[in-house]
Structure formats: C-alpha cells, structure tokens
C-alpha cells in the first residue's frame, strides 16, 4: 500500500508558480511552489541545487526561494518520496486564477496558466600568435590574432484560459480552444583580425603599431567590416648619454604621443533591416483583427569612428618616488549613430543613422607620490584635467 501511495504521490509532486528574477548575469531567482497532490503543499521538503551545498526547505505553505545558476538543475527531495530533478533553463510558470470581483475590461475573469522560457548561448574565442627577436639593444615583437563573438538568444511563451483550472500544469489533463503562443530570437557576431608590431631600442626609443579589422553582424553586409590602425612613440630622453650629468635629479624624462581609431557599434540588432511586427491592434465592428506594421531602417548605416590623439611628457624626481605626468589631447567622433528627428507625417519610429560629428580636447595634468615606513607603503595622487566638447555637426552624413 505504501508504494501505491508513493507512486501517485511522486505524479503530482509539481512546481508552480515560478518567477526568475534576475539577480546578475550568471545567477536568478527561483520562487515556486512543491506539491504532495493538486491542492496539498509538501511542508518541510529539500529543495538543492545538484551538485552543490546550496540547499533550502519549503515554508508551511510548500514555498521555497533559491538562488542559482540560470543553466542549473534543482533536486526537489522529501521523506518518503521519489527524488525529481527539474531543470531551471529560464523557465517561467504563471498560473493567475479568476478574480471573483474583476475590474471591468481587465482580463482578471478568467483563468489563465503561462508557460515560458529563454535561453542565451554566449560563444567567445580567442587565437593569438607571437614571435620575439633581440638582436643586441633592438628587441622586436610581434603578435597577431583572431577572436570570435557570438550570441544567440531563443524565447517561447504559451498561455491558455479556462473555465476551471484543476491541476497547476499545462499537460494532457488541460485542455482549452483559447491558446496564444509567441516566440522568436535573435543572433549577433563579430569577428576580429587583429596584429600589433613593436620596437625597442635601449629602452630608449620605442615605437609601437595595431591594426585590427571588425566585422559586425549589425551593419548590412557592404558596411559590416571596418579597419582600425594606431601608434605610439616614446623618447626616454633619460636614457640618452649627453642627460647623465641630470639622471640624479631627473631619473626618468619620457616623451610620447600616439595616434589611433577606435569603433563603435553599440545599436540594436536588425536595424539596417526593414522588419514587420504582425500583432491585432484594430477593432472591426466587435472583432480584432490581424496588423502588420513595418518598422523603419537604414540599410546605409555603418561603424561609427573616433580618431584619438595625444602628447604627453613623464617626470620622475626623487628616485622616482615623484611622478608628474602632463598630457594634451584631441578626439574627434565622426559618423555618430544617432537617432535623428523626423517629421511627423512619416508614422514611424526614426531610423538609426550615422548624423554627427563631436570634438573633444584638452589637458590633463596627473602628479604622484610614494613612500614607504616600515612596512606600509603610502601613496598620494592629485589629478586635474579640463576638457572642451564641441558638436561641430549634428545632421551631416558623411558619403565615402
């Protein structure tokens, strides 16, 4: 008798009522519910998440909150009952009874039971090659590589209503003619190419030069690459044999500049693309009835682009126990994604384009200083900087 009854409890030991509530990008909450039969909550029952210490035990009500891994399994145990597994993958349950009083036009005067969830697969990879070679003061180095960027994200929700819900699971047992289902995903990647050269001679000249081409999925397929070089130089004139009758009071004099570009494509996916959203938004007479609304692009958008610039002069005094750093800079932004006003005749939402252009110079000026008693170390540090931002276009589009 003992097993029949364990049988027909392990059937109806569900979870219900799940709300993951997002906590950081590796772990959630999980709420939810265990249950001996339909309407008999399991008091006291273990709630672990496999292969871990991380453990709980439900409420008087059979409630239990837990957090863990989106991508982990739970191990739901009780006395006298099978052990079950669940996994989390990003589910959701939403099980929402009629409300006996609803406010009119709510929706709250049927039974509705949701079942959900998403899934996000982020893939990364990285290649790096390098080579170095001294041939008395000259060291060169070089590096090249390749990374890959990836992400694919998949949803599905489904929902049904009824008239009277008996068991909290959408399974064999519910059935109903009021079924709504909706899903869809996303892809995105970015390949890189990318090398970098560097020369050293005494430590007293130094140069440096990377090149790097991006490939985003976000720009149609005639925009999606885009070439990014840069370079800096630095003369330790310190090191230099006519500065040695100074290297007591300046140990460390070091002028450098550097040149570069830097990209940015951080819009939503899909906008270069004309997309449809199809819904039922229109009432006809006392039916709703199916829309399709286009959404606006710009197949013409591409990467945009900042050219940096800078000098700079490094001090070091008192064995280098002073530093001083003086630094002017000038940045240039160009082909800004934007979104940018349109009349109010076209209908849509604005498309995304590439509409400004945005300097930014200045100075900045970085003073240090480190000590050591006994065996604590002490460090001072006073910064000061001005900057100046200039809008020197915001409609232009530039044509390459």
């Known amino acids: 008798m003992k097993r029949k009854i364990k049988i027909t409890f392990v059937l109806f030991m569900l979870f219900s009522a799940f709300v993951l509530q997002q906590l950081s990008a590796q772990s959630i909450r999980v709420n939810g519910i265990v249950y001996e039969k339909e309407e008999s909550p399991s008091i006291g029952a273990t709630v672990n998440v496999k292969g871990t210490d991380n453990i709980t035990v439900t409420d008087m009500d059979g409630k239990f909150s837990i957090i ?32 006996k009083y ?152 070091k002028f450098r500049g550097s040149w570069g570009l830097v990209g940015n494509n951080r819009i939503d996916l899909y906008q270069y693309l004309e997309r449809v959203k199809a819904n039922q938004s229109y009432m006809f007479g006392d039916k709703l009835v199916n829309t399709a609304v286009f959404e606006s692009s710009n197949p013409d958008i591409r990467w945009e682009t900042t050219e940096m610039a800078n000098i700079a002069l490094d001090l070091g005094l008192l064995n280098n126990s002073l530093n001083l750093t003086l630094e002017y800079f000038n940045n240039t932004t160009r082909d800004i994604l934007v979104t940018l006003p349109v009349s109010k005749v076209y209908g849509l939402k604005a498309p995304i384009q590439n509409g400004g252009i945005v300097n930014t110079r200045g100075w ?37």
């Not at 006395?79 to 939403?94: L, R, S």
């Not at 039971?113 to 003061?137: D, P, V």
């Not at 900057?387 to 409609?395: A, P, T």
């Open 68 to 99: 863990t891994e989106a991508n982990s399994t739970l191990v739901v145990s009780y006395i006298g009952f099978k052990k079950q597994e669940i996994p989390v993958n990003n589910q959701q349950h939403t099980n929402s009874p009629a409300i």
């Open 102 to 253: 609803p406010t009119p036009g709510s929706g709250d005067a049927v039974n509705e039971m949701k079942e959900g969830f998403n899934r996000t697969q982020n893939i990364t990879t990285n290649l790096l090659l390098s080579y170095e070679k001294s041939i008395e003061q000259h060291r060169f180095s070089v590096m090249g590589g390749y990374s890959y960027e990836g992400e694919t994200y998949r949803w599905f929700n489904t929902g049904r209503t009824f008239d009277d819900m008996k068991y909290d699971a959408l399974g064999d047992e519910v059935k109903s003619d009021a079924v709504a289902n909706s899903g869809g995903g996303r892809d995105f990647v970015m390949n890189s190419f990318f090398g970098r050269f560097n020369y050293n001679y005494a430590d007293r000249y130094l140069f440096e030069f990377n090149i790097r081409d991006d490939i985003s999925s976000k720009f149609a397929k005639e925009n999606r690459n885009a070439v990014f070089p840069s370079l800096s130089a630095a003369w330790r004139i310190s090191e230099e044999t006519f500065f040695e009758g100074w290297k007591n009071d300046l140990p460390n004099v």
């Open 364 to 400: 900045e000026t970085s003073l240090e200083y480190r000590l050591k008693t006994g065996r604590v170390n002490h460090r001072f540090a006073l910064n000061l900087s001005d900057s100046r931002n200039e809008v020197v276009d915001n409609r232009l589009i530039r044509n390459r």
